[in-house]
């Protein structure tokens, strides 16, 4: 059964950041046989019946597994509200993720997030029972720890629209249409179904978002109910239909190629029929650089394990040569000769024999002599050292 009773779920034992397509809000997270859950709160405003149908869907939800999608775990069902168990993501929402200017999307993190996103749309396409999301869009792509992309809030279509109906304002509830494909805006009994060629609309309008990173509309200086308004009016002949200004892509700070501005705009073609599926895009995608098969990070510990690599050889190669230095150091500073100190020795004899034969010698001048009988010394050093310690021998000859 999909359903958790309330006392076994801890509700409100944290909280963490979750967006909604719009200014970020709090999302509840709870303890769930001792592991941390994400929980959705569905309000309604008057007592809402769970059908046998419904039920029925959640059973089939929670039996949805892939690394990609996030895990639906179950319900708490109440009167006038339902709690939807998921699988808890400590990054937040691919939304969180492209309005947070502190995160820097290269074209790594970039292919690693949509190669996720086209993997688990892949799936649910794919999939005899799922089929389509039916609600795509940047803040129903959750981030685990690991920066895995899981799709999330598919199913219960029905469900999640009355309640989003009952719970937001007009300005909010127009902004969450901004993914919504122009031919399901024109019909609103369609709206709260969809289709999935309405998917690849959203993939569109999410990949404009994080290559652009100024929202789905950004630069255009208009309502939300205004801009569904121009989205789903019928163009004229001739008429570009109304969408996200592409020419923003140019000013962004990732290099955009043309070829991804034209998946882009592929995926947002007015007339459904002519956009692309999900192995048509990841076909095309693969000319970012990175766009890989595994997540970002194992292709940042594979990077990691190069670099290591790469840092023991380095380090070795430092070692030896520190050892070879040492080496010369131990030359160095070896006990010198007795015959050093033998003539140093007769330095001194010389020199109080010098005092004793010419008592009148000035300071200068014994300094003089002295100068001459050290210098003697140390040519003599200098010879035998060259003999006994051919390693030191370009020390003594430079000094």
Not at 15 to 21: L, N, T, V
Request: hydrophobic share 35%; aromatic share 8%; proline share 4%.
């Amino acid at each position: 059964m999909p359903d958790i009773r309330a006392d076994r779920l801890s509700l409100v034992s944290a909280i963490s950041f979750e967006s909604r397509c719009g200014a970020q809000m709090f999302a509840h997270t709870g303890q769930y046989h001792g592991v941390v859950v994400r929980i959705k709160e569905l309000k309604f405003s008057r007592k809402k019946d769970i059908s046998r149908d419904v039920m029925k869907e959640m059973r089939m939800l929670r039996d949805v597994r892939h690394t990609n999608i996030n895990s639906f775990i179950g319900a708490v069902v109440e009167p006038m509200r339902v709690l939807l168990v998921t699988d808890y993501c400590a990054k937040g929402s691919l939304y969180d993720i492209i309005e947070n200017e502190d995160i820097k999307l290269d074209d790594m993190f970039i292919s690693s997030l949509l190669n996720d996103l086209i993997k688990g749309m892949l799936y649910i396409h794919e999939s005899t029972q799922l089929q389509y999301h039916g609600n795509l869009k940047s803040s129903n792509c959750v981030v685990t720890s690991r920066w895995v992309l899981q799709v999330s809030d598919f199913g219960l279509l029905d469900m999640r629209q009355s309640a989003e109906s009952d719970s937001i304002g007009e300005h909010e509830y127009y902004r969450n249409l901004f993914w919504k494909a122009p031919e399901l805006l024109r019909e609103p009994s369609n709206l709260v179904k969809g289709h999935q060629l309405a998917d690849i609309y959203a993939f569109g309008i999410i990949l404009f978002e994080m290559l652009g990173r100024k929202g789905p509309y950004g630069g255009y200086h208009l309502e939300p109910k205004e801009i569904i308004e121009r989205v789903k009016r019928l163009p004229e002949e001739n008429e570009a239909p109304f969408r996200p200004k592409i020419d923003l892509l140019c000013d962004s700070e990732m290099e955009c190629a043309d070829y991804l501005v034209n998946i882009i705009t592929d995926c947002w073609a007015e007339a459904p029929e002519l956009r692309p599926d999900f192995k048509n895009i990841r076909e095309r995608m693969k000319k970012i650089n990175g766009f890989k098969s595994r997540n970002i990070m194992d292709q940042m510990m594979d990077m990691m394990e190069k670099y290591a690599n790469n840092l023991e050889d380095v380090v070795g190669e430092r070692t030896r040569l520190l050892y070879e230095e040492k080496l010369k150091t131990e030359d160095l500073y070896q006990p010198h000769p007795t015959y050093l100190y033998d003539s140093v020795k007769l330095y001194a004899r010389a020199l109080d024999l010098l005092l004793r034969e010419n008592p009148d010698l000035s300071v200068i001048e014994i300094a003089s002599n002295g100068t001459l009988i050290i210098e003697t010394i140390i040519k003599k050093h200098i010879y035998q050292s060259n003999h006994a310690h051919p390693l030191l021998s370009p020390i003594y000859t430079h000094q």
